[in-house]
């Protein structure tokens, strides 16, 4: 049986990539390989996880800025085309534009039947870009290049349409985290909330999650504005992460004698615990994995706008709730309605982890891609 060569190209792989790439490892029709780059200096773009589970091949990359943007320039690409002969790559999205340029010209030299396709979330939920722009001509000339696009949600696949692509070349594969992990993690715990609380020194109270980078992207000075406002006796907020805010963070609770956060910084070992053991998951910026993450351990999420994912998993009143305005007010008011309907929340936590287990997962996103391979490798079949 001919198994078909699968090429992905990133600039790093990244720890919530590695199921996938697992996945199609072991599809007996499928030849698969990961080719990916140097991490980005002085930034948390770089290559984490283990690597050992499939076959990766990692080439020199040399990173520059040019106009304000970070340019990678994979060393020997084309030579490696040349030598693997793919009949099939999906190159990362609009972070590793040479990636794919020199994707492109290998196809145009010497293989016309290869199908290449784009991996990405188009465009940001409230970002409207300018279509006079050079930025937007480049990215416009290529989409149309590419025999298929992998897209992170329906919002991106809307987004692509409006753009002018078909839509019969947008494969969703809704952008999830490490699924199947989390679900497995979850089973294991046997202990009831309460307890859970007690073992991490977490008061028995109502108690709201907050994972992710310190960072301006996640505004984590809203959730001190919204902390600020509910009673400390009722609600506790917990933090986990660290990044360049923390220090600041730290200072602005102490100056606003804020008693109802607890900042824990890394429990990524035992982050499902965390999980559990809280009753709702709130993000006021930006934040892709942990929404599933989140779902996959039976926790309903509060939140705002993030890559677009959230149009596919954060249903109002059965996931969680997505608020119109990134202001304390409408946090406050999902977090007390959750906290107030102790029943609805109990059928949200089911739903969470029902939707997790049944439609957006691992071996969806798997099943999407190779969809968006045959796709693609149909499209070039008569050249």
């Known amino acids: ?52 589970k499939f076959e990766s091949i990692k080439i020199r990359s040399i990173h520059f ?14 030579r490696l085309l040349l030598k693997i002969k793919p009949d099939v790559v999906l190159c990362e999205g609009e ?10 010209l290998y196809r145009f030299f010497f293989n016309k039947k290869l199908g290449i396709m784009h991996w990405c979330y188009v465009s940001l939920p409230g970002v409207i870009e300018k279509k006079g722009s050079i930025k937007y001509f480049v990215k416009s000339f290529f989409r149309d290049k590419f025999d298929a696009c992998v897209l992170y949600s329906s919002y991106s696949l809307k987004s692509y349409i409006a753009l002018g692509q078909k839509p019969e070349k947008g494969f969703v594969a809704t952008n999830v985290g490490d699924t199947e992990e989390f679900l497995k993690k979850h089973k294991k715990i046997k202990e009831t909330k ?15 999650l907050f994972v992710g980078n310190l960072s301006d992207q996640k505004k984590p000075f809203l959730l001190l ?25 730290k200072n602005e609770i102490k100056k606003r004698n804020i008693k109802n956060i607890q900042m824990l910084g890394h429990k990524f070992e035992d982050l499902v615990k965390y999980y559990v053991a809280s009753d709702c998951l709130i993000l006021p910026g930006l934040g892709g994995m942990v929404i599933s993450e989140a779902l ?26 997505r608020v119109k305005n990134a202001n304390s007010e409408e946090f406050i008011k999902k977090i007390r309605y959750l906290k107030d309907n102790p029943d609805e929340r109990e ?22 891609i190779i969809e968006a391979a045959d796709f693609s490798l149909q499209k070039r079949k008569d050249y």
Not at 68 to 76: A, D, E, H, K, L
Not at 236 to 241: D, E, Q, T
Not at 296 to 319: F, N, R, W
């Open 225 to 249: 504005d919204i902390f600020e406002n509910l009673k400390d006796e009722e609600f506790n907020l917990v933090l986990i992460g660290s990044g360049l805010l923390e220090k600041s963070i």
């Open 65 to 78: 800025n040019l106009f304000s943007y970070t340019f990678t320039y994979p060393i020997g690409l084309i």
């Open 194 to 208: 309460e307890e859970l609380r007690k073992t991490l020194e977490l008061p028995n109270i109502f108690t709201v």
């Open 347 to 368: 059928k949200m936590a089911y739903e969470c982890k029902k939707l997790i287990k049944e439609k957006f997962n691992t071996k969806n996103m798997v099943q999407k």
């Open 95 to 104: 972070s590793f534009f040479l990636g794919y340029l020199k994707t492109f």
């Open 1 to 52: 049986m001919y198994k078909k060569k699968f090429l992905i190209l990133q600039r790093v792989c990244q720890k919530y990539r590695i199921p996938i790439f697992e996945h199609l490892y072991k599809k007996k029709n499928i030849e698969f390989k990961l080719i990916y780059g140097d991490d980005l200096p002085n930034t948390k773009t770089r290559t984490s996880g283990d690597l050992s």
């Open 296 to 321: 996959a351990s039976s926790l309903p999420v509060v939140m705002h706008k993030s890559d677009g994912v959230e149009y596919d998993l954060i249903i109002d009143y059965k996931t969680g709730f």
